[in-house]
């Protein structure tokens, strides 16, 4: 299996402009994550999907990020207008089952996003 | 809500033996997991401890008391390769991660 695919994996914009990221979770994964890392705030769920279903949206800061999963095999993350605050590591990350049987996420590269 | 914390830094030589703890607040409490990121990669998985106890994987072992909202990551044998960051992860309404603990082996 090819693992969690995300792209672009670097990205430089300018302040104001629309960014948009792609992941391509591990086939038969049910639950997909956005998180966010910075040196200042950690690991940060942003949100996450159950069979393409946004189930928390919580961690999401605010209006400008919006998050989508048209069909299993696709999610992206969106930032309009971006801000230069917005620059992180965003990983996409999915899990194959939630519980006790034992949760092991597995996370793509990540997307290493610039804003200036 | 949720919250977990744990040491910011460790330092240790190769060979030894290191624990990095990890304390948590967290509702609908399933299990505790630990990750390890080398500089510039993802988190790769380790370990879940679902029960009270401690499981063993190579020279890993993580440790669970529920009872004392408390955990544990044991790495043995310490080498050079170790160094990163490591990060316990509480899964119970939400997923949660720690805000990592960085581990410096030196030789």
């Known amino acids: 299996d090819a693992g969690v695919i995300q792209s672009p994996r670097h990205e430089v914009t300018e302040m104001g402009q629309e960014v948009t990221l792609r992941c391509k979770p591990i086939?038969?994964?049910?639950?997909l994550f956005w998180y966010r890392q910075t040196m200042m705030r950690g690991l940060e769920l942003l949100i996450y999907?159950?069979?393409?279903?946004?189930?928390?949206d919580s961690g999401m800061p605010e209006d400008r990020f919006s998050a989508k999963m048209p069909n299993a095999s696709f999610s992206t993350l969106k930032i309009q207008p971006s801000e230069p605050r917005d620059s992180a590591v965003y990983f996409c990350?999915?899990?194959?089952?939630?519980?006790?049987?034992?949760?092991?996420?597995?996370f793509g590269e990540g997307s290493w996003l610039t804003v200036v | 809500g949720q919250s977990l914390e744990q040491p910011s830094e460790v330092t240790a030589v190769e060979g030894a033996i290191v624990q990095i703890n990890c304390t948590y607040q967290?509702?609908?409490?399933?299990?505790l997991s630990w990750y390890q990121q080398h500089d510039g990669g993802a988190p790769t998985f380790l370990s879940y401890?679902?029960?009270?106890g401690l499981e063993e994987t190579g020279r890993f072992s993580s440790f669970l008391s529920r009872s004392d909202s408390y955990g544990y990551l044991l790495l043995q044998e310490l080498q050079m390769k170790d160094s990163a960051s490591y990060f316990c992860?509480?899964?119970?309404?939400?997923?949660?991660f720690g805000p990592g603990t960085r581990l410096s082996v030196l030789p």
């Open positions: 990350a999915s899990s194959p089952v939630r519980g006790l049987s034992g949760n092991t996420i597995y």
């Open positions: 086939s038969g994964h049910d639950y």
């Open positions: 999907f159950n069979n393409n279903v946004p189930i928390d």
């Open positions: 967290t509702s609908g409490f399933y299990g």
């Open positions: 401890n679902a029960l009270d």
């Open positions: 992860a509480g899964y119970g309404q939400n997923f949660v």
